[in-house]
């Protein structure tokens, strides 16, 4: 798979491709949003990994790699925290299982913000639902 | 409670800061991304 050879440059048409005639579980839009991340492409990565979400609202890696697309535009424009269709704020826990890895990294994302008192609040909510280092 | 300890300690912004780059930001930037890329390198 061209993307463990990190030639994310010949895997983004193979992704896309493969949705394009059907081939389209979380896991492919997963790496198709992974793959416009690695490609700087923010938009289509923030539009894939929504996607992806949508289709398994429980797939870790979707998550992380949304997380990713925050992270970046909050280096790009500081200041800005995450929007509310964020999926690492939590706000979407009533339709996604939570987990403590997501308040960690809306923590660092609102840190990264600015915003000290918003990410120590996630970072509670990440020891008090479980640890703050696995998954 | 040693959590409350921890979180009042945590106000600190020159503490909080070290948290975010030393801890919390490298979780987030070494988490793994694609997968249907089993083998590791």
């Known amino acids: ?135 | 409670m040693k959590a409350d300890y921890v979180f009042e300690r945590l106000h600190d912004k020159a503490l909080f800061k070290e948290l975010v780059n030393k801890l919390l930001l490298p979780r987030l930037l070494g988490q793994p991304c694609g997968l249907l890329d089993p083998v590791k390198d």
């Open chain 1, 1 to 135: 798979m061209s993307l463990r050879q990190r030639q994310h440059q010949k895997a983004t048409p193979q992704f896309e491709q493969a949705i394009e005639e059907g081939y389209a579980p979380a896991e492919v839009w997963n790496d198709l949003g992974y793959s416009y991340l690695l490609d700087g492409d923010g938009p289509a990565a923030q539009r894939t990994l929504d996607r992806t979400l949508e289709l398994d609202p429980g797939l870790q890696a979707g998550y992380h790699n949304r997380a990713m697309v925050d992270l970046l535009r909050v280096q790009k424009h500081p200041g800005q925290v995450p929007g509310p269709d964020c999926p690492t704020s939590a706000r979407r826990s009533n339709s996604a299982p939570a987990r403590p890895s997501c308040n960690r990294d809306a923590a660092t994302l609102y840190a990264l913000a600015g915003q000290q008192e918003t990410a120590l609040d996630y970072l509670r909510q990440a020891v008090e639902h479980g640890s703050t280092q696995g998954k």
